[in-house]
């Protein structure tokens, strides 16, 4: 039995989980950066009570999870599907991107639209762990989670990380 103070959680840092994609950013001042490209790397922490073998979580089961995030990111254009001025719309075989003066014609299957307001880290970092926390959810239906972090590293030393705590 645990004592009300301790908690468990494992830590999930390998270096096959990574993608590579391009974005750009938008500041609020309605300036944007230039059409660029990162290697991503993912970061995850979960926080549940133990099952009755001892485990958070079987990292062998977890790891697959992050890895088919990645894979489904890696070599896209990612951009937000929700950011007031930027339009992405579906053209037959392609993506017509307009964003101000800016306009793109992208392959549909080199493009993914994602439900945020911009590319930031953070924000891939929130879509990342709520799409993982879904999936956990139909792997483990009876999981207990207490928290789920995940960090998204667009360059060494420099990541964004969203927290669910429930």
């Not at 017509?96 to 080199?110: A, C, F, K």
Request: aromatic letters at 10%; a negative charge.
């Amino acid at each position: 039995m645990a004592a009300p103070n301790e908690s468990w959680s494992i830590a999930v840092e390998k270096d096959y989980l990574k993608f590579s994609a391009a974005h750009f950013l938008i500041f609020p001042d309605g300036s944007a950066e230039r059409l660029h490209g990162h290697n991503y790397k993912v970061f995850v922490e979960v926080h549940t009570d133990l099952d009755a073998h001892g485990l958070v979580v079987n990292f062998k089961e977890i790891k697959p999870l992050i890895r088919n995030l990645c894979d489904e990111l890696d070599e896209h254009l990612l951009l937000p599907g929700e950011h007031p001025v930027l339009r992405a719309t579906q053209v037959d075989d392609h993506y017509e991107v307009r964003y101000l003066t800016r306009r793109y014609s992208i392959p549909v299957d080199e493009v993914i639209v994602l439900p945020i307001g911009n590319t930031s880290a953070e924000n891939l970092a929130a879509w990342f762990g709520r799409t993982l926390r879904a999936r956990m959810a139909q792997q483990w239906p009876t999981l207990r989670l207490r928290q789920l972090s995940v960090g998204v590293e667009e360059t060494p030393g420099q990541r964004g990380v969203w927290t669910l705590r429930e």
